[in-house]
């Protein structure tokens, strides 16, 4: 299995951090957030990683290399302005192959997520090794996570690992997933296209799965954001200890 991480944003929130430094190489606790990605998806055993950038894009490139540093495979595919999330995988097509992709935000932070449970997740339910009762027509396989204070409202809503436009409770769209490529055949190389739309169209059909994922998330969208990730953890009082 390959891996996308999108990297091309501007982080225009994060200004103005980012006029001088791409936002995927923004450190959260010593380490550039997309790096996290990187080590996490070397360690499940995924090495083949195509990395899409814009802004600053050349500051990925020399950072990261060829990815031999971290025991992975890295091929870039670079864009004269950000396409957007689906655009950016239809300028990348090239690079992706025909078999299903896991897919990554590299603004996030999500240091534990366990991408080796997502080698089959888009086979049929009698594959060896499929934790979710996967429907043989599903295009995308996402995670969603409780909404953060942004966004309350959240995009999807969960029904029995089947993901839904409409229903409570909503949950929000993580930014991890894994993809069919022929989900993305009607966007040419070139074409900016969100993701969003595309997930909304297909969840119609009721070829969209999906899970609520419950551990360590967080979207690193503005300073403060990346602010509070880097404080330094104050362990609780114990209760009759003197402070």
Known sequence: MKAMIFAAGRGERMRPLTDTCPKPLLKVRGRPLIVWHILNLVRAGITDIIIN??????????????????????????????????????????????????????????????????????????????????????????????????????????NSFAIANEGEPKYNFSGIGVFRPEMFDAIKPGESAKLGPLLRAYADRGQVGGDLYRGDWANVGTVDDLAALNAPFTPPAVPGQNS
Not at 88 to 99: C, F, N, S, W, Y
Not at 129 to 158: E, M, S
Request: with cysteine.
């Open 53 to 158: 950038h814009a802004h600053l894009g050349d500051m990925i490139v020399s950072t990261l290399g060829d990815g031999s540093q971290f025991g992975a495979q890295i091929s870039y595919s670079p864009e004269v302005t950000a396409l957007e999330t689906a655009g950016g995988v239809a300028q990348a097509r090239h690079l992706l192959g025909d078999e299903p992709f896991v897919a990554i935000a590299a603004d996030i932070y999500c240091p534990h997520f366990a991408f080796d449970k997502l080698f089959n997740v888009l086979e049929a339910n009698d594959v060896w090794g499929n934790p979710y009762p996967v429907d043989q027509r599903d295009i995308a396989w996402i995670f969603l996570v409780k909404n953060p204070p942004y966004h309350p409202l959240g995009d999807f809503a969960l």
